[in-house]
């Protein structure tokens, strides 16, 4: 059973302060998404990871992807108070043809101004 | 932008009673899923749908649970026999290919009382 885990849960950072989050997956995948969700909405397509080494940016967000350890990480630059919300990661996995994308536990931020 | 509607955005009703969400997925798009979040935390996968069947469902998803497509543009995901613990906010999602973003739409909160 696929796994994906993020750490930290919580996170509570001071405007312009950097910081990264963590997600461990627990199969084989080359493939993985972040999403943002703010309180009581939907989850909004941040980056797309297709591949090892990939890196995307957006903002003061960038992602990346390490498939050999099954690890990608956003890292937040000079963070502002627009960027509080949780964030998820996920994997997706394909057994015969069909797909199934695993969200982590999630990393609820809050920037402090 | 295309968008996935779901209707309702907040559904009451009463233990052991039926409901059924509806969802109105990306019209180009070919994979459909439902997920459902209790009180913000994990987004959990509960069920794929690929060319007008299953394609995956996890442990949460039992006789309880059913899913159709009754005509080109609806996707709904019925609870028969509703319990307390099914509150939760529900997710309908769709894609137009494997191994790409899923869109979500705005959720229907379903409170069982």
């Known amino acids: 059973e696929l796994k994906v885990e993020q750490n930290p849960l919580f996170l509570s950072m001071q405007e312009e302060k950097n910081y990264t989050i963590y997600c461990n997956y627990s199969?084989?995948?080359?493939?993985l998404y972040w999403y943002r969700q703010d309180p009581g909405k939907s989850l909004e397509s941040l980056f797309v990871l297709l591949s090892n080494g990939a890196v995307k940016q957006e903002g003061r967000l960038m992602a990346s992807l390490d498939t050999k350890a099954r690890l990608s990480t956003l890292h937040i630059t000079a963070a502002v108070h627009d960027l509080s919300a949780t964030y998820f990661c996920?994997?997706?996995?394909?057994?015969?043809?069909?797909?199934?994308?695993?969200f982590g536990t999630g990393t609820r931020l809050k920037v402090l101004a | 932008e295309p968008e996935v509607t779901q209707t309702p955005s907040h559904q009451v009703t009463q233990m052991g009673q039926e409901v059924i969400l509806r969802c109105v997925p990306i019209s180009n798009h070919l994979y459909f899923y439902w997920y459902r979040q209790i009180l913000g935390q994990k987004v959990e996968f509960l069920v794929s749908?690929?060319?007008?069947?299953?394609?995956?469902k996890s442990e949460i998803f039992d006789d309880q649970f059913s899913v159709e497509r009754p005509d080109g543009s609806n996707f709904t995901l019925k609870i028969r026999s509703t319990k307390l613990e099914d509150s939760a906010m529900y997710f309908c999602?769709?894609?137009?290919?494997?191994?790409?973003?899923?869109?979500f739409g705005n959720g229907t909160r379903l409170t069982v009382t």
């Open positions: 199969t084989t995948s080359d493939r």
């Open positions: 749908f690929y060319n007008n069947e299953i394609s995956e």
């Open positions: 996920a994997v997706d996995t394909v057994t015969s043809g069909t797909y199934k994308y695993i």
């Open positions: 999602a769709s894609n137009r290919e494997g191994s790409s973003p899923l869109h």
